[in-house]
C-alpha cells in the first residue's frame, strides 16, 4: 500500500477512476431526482426500488461509500503531496500564467462539497439508514403511502437549506470544470480529444448542477 502512495502515477489514475466513478452515480443521482418534477409516483417507484433492492444496499452502496472517502482523502494527500514538493508556497506563484482558476483551487471547491455532503447525509442518508436498519421498516411507507416524495419536499421547503445547496452545486460545478477534463486525461487520453473533452465538460459540469438547482428551487416553490 505505501508502494501504491509513493507512485503518482497510481495516485493520479486512481483520482480520476474514483472522480468518473462519482460522475457516473452523480448522472444517475441527478436523473433519478429529475422525475420529481414530473411524477411523484415515478419517483417513490423509483426511490422504493433502489431503497429495499439487496443489489443496491448491500452491494451498490458501500462501493459508493467507499468511493466518496477515497476521492476525498486522495485529493488531499495529492493536494499535500504537491505543496509539499513545491519550494515556493503556491499561493505565491504565478499559476494564472499556465493554469485555471478551477485547477488552483481544487482543495477549496472540494471542501465545500464535503461539507454539502455532510448535510446531505444527515438530511437523507442518515434517517433512512435509521428507518431501514435501526427501526427496521422496509415498507417505504407512512400513512400508507409511499414517504419519498413527500421526505424530499418537506427537506427543500426549507430556505435557508435550499440556499445552502444552490452554492454548493456552483462549487460543485467549478470542482468538475476542472476534474471532468482531469479525470480523463490521467487515464491516457490523447491531445487530439481534448477539444472534444472540454466541451463534454463544459455540458456535464454546467448542465448536472443547474439541474440539481432546478430541482430544489422546483420544491422550493411547489411545496
Not at 63 to 73: A, E, N, Q, R, Y
Not at 97 to 113: E, V
Request: proline letters at 2%; aromatic letters at 20%; glycine letters at 6%.
Amino acid at each position: 500500500m505505501s508502494l501504491f502512495f509513493d507512485s503518482s502515477i497510481a495516485r493520479k489514475v486512481s483520482m480520476a477512476l474514483s472522480a468518473i466513478f462519482l460522475m457516473v452515480f452523480l448522472l444517475q443521482h441527478f436523473a433519478i431526482n429529475l422525475t420529481s418534477v414530473f411524477s411523484a409516483e415515478i419517483f417513490n417507484q423509483i426511490s422504493h426500488f433502489m431503497g429495499t433492492n439487496p443489489l443496491v444496499q448491500f452491494v451498490l452502496q458501500p462501493i459508493l461509500i467507499f468511493g466518496v472517502i477515497f476521492h476525498f482523502v486522495m485529493g488531499f494527500i495529492l493536494e499535500f503531496r504537491n505543496n509539499r514538493s513545491s519550494k515556493v508556497k503556491y499561493a505565491y506563484n504565478n499559476g494564472g500564467a499556465n493554469s485555471s482558476w478551477m485547477s488552483r483551487n481544487m482543495i477549496w471547491s472540494g471542501l465545500a462539497i464535503l461539507s454539502f455532503m455532510v448535510l446531505h447525509f444527515i438530511d437523507f442518508w442518515f434517517p433512512e439508514i435509521n428507518t431501514k436498519f435501526i427501526l427496521n421498516d422496509w415498507s417505504g411507507l407512512h400513512n400508507g403511502e409511499f414517504r419519498y416524495f413527500t421526505e424530499l419536499q418537506h427537506k427543500f421547503s426549507y430556505g435557508p437549506r435550499v440556499i445552502f445547496y444552490c452554492i454548493a452545486f456552483c462549487f460543485l460545478s467549478l470542482h468538475l470544470l476542472h476534474g471532468f477534463t482531469s479525470a480523463f486525461q490521467s487515464m491516457g487520453s490523447t491531445v487530439g480529444r481534448k477539444k472534444l473533452l472540454q466541451n463534454l465538460s463544459y455540458l456535464y459540469s454546467i448542465c448536472i448542477p443547474l439541474g440539481f438547482v432546478f430541482i430544489a428551487l422546483f420544491h422550493f416553490f411547489n411545496h
